[in-house]
């Protein structure tokens, strides 16, 4: 488990890297994945419930469903096909880093086992490979894809 931060910067930085170019799904995407990375509405709401860490709320197949059913909005054109897009960005980019931090990894009820790399590649929560690597590239990443974005949009306005 990374900090809550480093969870809701990663999901931020990759919604902006794949989001709609349209403002409302960026904007409200990218506050979506932020809030579903890391904190009460992520995968770790598990911590709060009390129903035991990284169990069914860190299942791989919940942004797998999310992204299908995103992909089955979009198909026939529904605008909001962008909330379960950034609802599995979010979810799934916070099980992306657990994978890489801890024994326990994240499970899965279709691959039936748990996923998690060895233990060299661990990121130990909050500690300097934490602080020093991945925040400041995710909170960097973040801020250069917003701005980009926006500029974006600003140049098929005029
Ligand atoms: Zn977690």
Redesign the pocket.
């Known amino acids: 488990?990374c900090m809550k931060s480093t969870?809701r910067l990663a999901a931020a930085a990759l919604w902006l890297a794949v989001a709609p170019s349209d403002p409302l799904p960026l904007a409200a995407g990218t506050a979506l994945a932020y809030y579903s990375g890391?904190g009460s509405f992520?995968?770790?709401m598990?911590l709060s419930l009390g129903i035991g860490?990284?169990g069914k709320?860190?299942l791989l197949e919940i942004p797998l469903a999310l992204g299908v059913l995103a992909a089955v909005m979009a198909l026939p054109g529904l605008p909001l096909y962008w909330v379960p897009f950034s609802l599995a960005v979010g979810w799934g980019s916070?099980?992306l880093?657990?994978i890489f931090?801890g024994r326990r990894g994240?499970p899965s009820k279709i691959l039936r086992c748990r996923l998690t790399v060895p233990d060299w590649l661990w990121i130990h929560t909050d500690g300097w490979f934490e602080r020093m690597i991945l925040f400041p590239v995710f909170l960097a990443t973040a801020g250069a894809l917003a701005a980009l974005r926006v500029f974006l949009i600003c140049l098929e306005v005029q």
Do not use: A, F, V
């Open positions: 488990m969870h890391g992520s995968p770790d598990d860490h990284r709320t860190h916070h099980l880093l657990d931090s994240i």
